[in-house]
């Protein structure tokens, strides 16, 4: 079970902030609960809800973080450098995905705090919050080139991690995944195989 699943457990959109997980979770255990309904599939839901909520607390960032941010001192917004851990390029095979969209101020000003976050996120390996963060990003600047190369890097990342952890049927999952959000990166590719390679070494 991926991210997105957690948050449709609680019916909620993946991104969602930690308000909205607790408050759905306070509603959704009061209508499930043991206690107040004993029937049986009520209760494999209040185990369902609780399991994503559990997960989602250490996922979801405060409402604060992901909706107000603070006014910059300038009034343009530098977008962030190319992604450093793979140097990644778009590819010659996607012209027309050259030239990125124009962003408004506010997704300038959220695509770059984001990214400083994931940075952090990834260089303390916590991965699964990194995932909330991009998956959210990207699905509220799903036309961004950069943002998804972002992820698909977050993807292999953590695919590596899990390698390392012996997660392989887990590993394959998210390298795989990486491959399919970016799939024209060469950059990526020669990571991920190597990748798959140390995964069948394990194997």
């Known amino acids: 079970m991926d991210t997105?699943?957690?948050y449709r457990q609680?019916?909620?959109?993946s991104g969602?902030?930690?308000?909205?997980v607790k408050a759905s979770y306070r509603r959704l255990a009061r209508l499930y609960h043991p206690d107040v309904n004993p029937d049986h599939l009520a209760r494999e839901k209040f185990i369902a809800v609780t399991e994503a909520y559990k997960f989602l607390l250490d996922v979801a960032?405060?409402?604060?973080?992901v909706v107000s941010q603070p006014e910059p001192t300038q009034t343009t917004v530098v977008s962030p450098p190319p992604f450093q851990p793979l140097r990644v390029k778009i590819s010659r095979q996607e012209p027309a995905l050259k030239r990125n969209v124009q962003l408004s101020e506010i997704e300038q000003k959220l695509k770059h705090n984001s990214y400083r976050e994931l940075q952090q996120l990834l260089k303390y390996k916590r991965f699964p919050r990194a995932i909330a963060l991009i998956e959210g990003?990207?699905?509220?600047?799903p036309q961004d080139i950069e943002i998804?190369?972002?992820q698909a890097i977050t993807y292999q990342r953590f695919g590596r991690h899990l390698i390392k952890e012996k997660k392989l049927e887990k590993a394959r999952s998210y390298l795989k995944k990486a491959l399919k959000t970016d799939p024209h990166n060469r950059?990526?590719?020669?990571?991920?195989?190597?990748d798959f390679?140390?995964?069948e070494k394990v194997y």
């Open 4 to 6: 997105a699943d957690y």
């Open 16 to 20: 969602a902030s930690l308000e909205a």
């Open 187 to 194: 950059a990526l590719w020669a990571e991920v195989e190597r």
């Open 148 to 150: 998804r190369q972002w």
């Open 10 to 13: 609680l019916g909620l959109r």
């Open 61 to 65: 960032q405060p409402e604060a973080k």
């Open 197 to 199: 390679r140390q995964l």
């Open 137 to 141: 990003l990207a699905q509220r600047i």
